[in-house]
């Protein structure tokens, strides 16, 4: 059987980012400033993408020598792994999102199952990660993604479909998970060598836990600002504007498929931007909205033609190597024995 080639995990990304596009379109359209099918249609190009990449990553899968090995490689991959939690995550938004407006029970059932299911492998990985110590050096923003990510989005799903005390649960996992990660993320980011080229686009993960919370509370407490959403606006901004100073490497890097860790996390701040501005209403609040829906589809649009012509050129997946690499063998963590006191 002829082998596939290898779909690396920011595929995932992809339907990732045009989810939260999607989701950014859908906030604006609640407060009747667009149309609603405008969101409709993008979180249905973004189900199509997750559709499309997921077979053929399975399709990868199923040409390896050994489809468990290959699959446990990915899942073990310091880098990449954390990232298999969007193969979760997306489906989960997307019809808490999508379909939940159309079809509720239908909407609730798939939110749930793979609400259970993104828990579940965050909780592989946080495992994983105590079992297997890390390396310092190899962590990146992209470590928020099993838990923080999905737990808030699994908050803000379960509080879309009316499981107000389920969002609740959800939004403490993700909090403290984000509280204990974020901390040794920062810490590595502030202490640590700059993060090699293919993970740099990673940093900007780092506005987005404090929207997506911002935006999964917002659903939770009923559509109102209080105290906690001050408190996540403050940081949220900090780190907003901290990308600022990234901008010039930002403009060292090429194009690949990890551009994508860019859509997401600025949909999610362009989300609940058009919250705050609706909640507060300043002068001129609905140009302000425009500007900031205009700008991040024009990113993510942007993102989306250069991926599409990457495609066609055959440049997007990355160069097969010549002979086949010798996974590297991860040692077990040594227990002394009696025989090691001799």
Not at 108 to 135: E, H, K
Not at 179 to 197: K, T, Y
Not at 295 to 310: F, K, N, W, Y
Request: proline share 7%; with cysteine.
């Amino acid at each position: 059987m002829k082998r596939t080639a290898k779909i690396p995990l920011n595929f995932f990304g992809i339907p990732f980012g045009l989810a939260g596009l999607g989701e950014a379109w859908s906030v604006l359209a609640d407060f009747h400033h667009a149309p609603a099918a405008i969101g409709e249609v993008i979180l249905l190009v973004a189900a199509a993408a997750w559709v499309i990449v997921g077979a053929a990553y399975l399709a990868y899968l199923g040409t390896a020598k050994s489809t468990l090995a290959a699959f446990t490689a990915d899942l073990l991959d310091p880098s990449a792994g954390p990232l298999a939690s969007l193969a979760l995550i997306t489906p989960m938004l997307l019809a808490a999102l999508g379909l939940y407006p159309h079809a509720p029970g239908t909407g609730r059932v798939i939110t749930d199952l793979f609400l259970i299911l993104t828990v579940l492998l965050g909780a592989w990985f946080t495992g994983q990660w105590i079992y297997y110590p890390l390396d310092l050096d190899r962590i990146h923003p992209g470590y928020f993604l099993p838990t923080v990510a999905g737990g808030l989005i699994a908050a803000d799903g379960a509080a879309i479909v009316g499981q107000h005390r389920l969002a609740e649960a959800m939004f403490g996992l993700g909090v403290l998970c984000w509280i204990v990660l974020g901390s040794l993320i920062l810490g590595r980011l502030l202490f640590r060598p700059m993060l090699p080229a293919a993970l740099q686009p990673t940093l900007a993960i780092e506005v987005a836990p404090a929207a997506v919370a911002g935006l999964a509370w917002f659903d939770i407490q009923g559509h109102r600002l209080d105290v906690v959403m001050a408190l996540l606006a403050g940081y949220g901004l900090l780190m907003v504007l901290a990308q600022l100073r990234l901008l010039p490497v930002y403009r060292r890097l090429t194009f690949t498929s990890g551009t994508w860790s860019f859509t997401f996390s600025w949909a999610a701040v362009d989300a609940i931007g058009i919250v705050w501005l609706q909640s507060t209403q300043p002068v001129g609040y609905r140009i302000w909205q425009y500007l900031l829906i205009a700008a991040v589809t024009v990113l993510i649009g942007g993102i989306g033609a250069r991926t599409v012509r990457a495609i066609l050129r055959g440049q997007l997946l990355p160069a097969q190597p010549s002979t086949p690499a010798t996974p590297p063998v991860r040692a077990l963590p040594h227990t002394p024995s009696t025989t090691d006191a001799r």
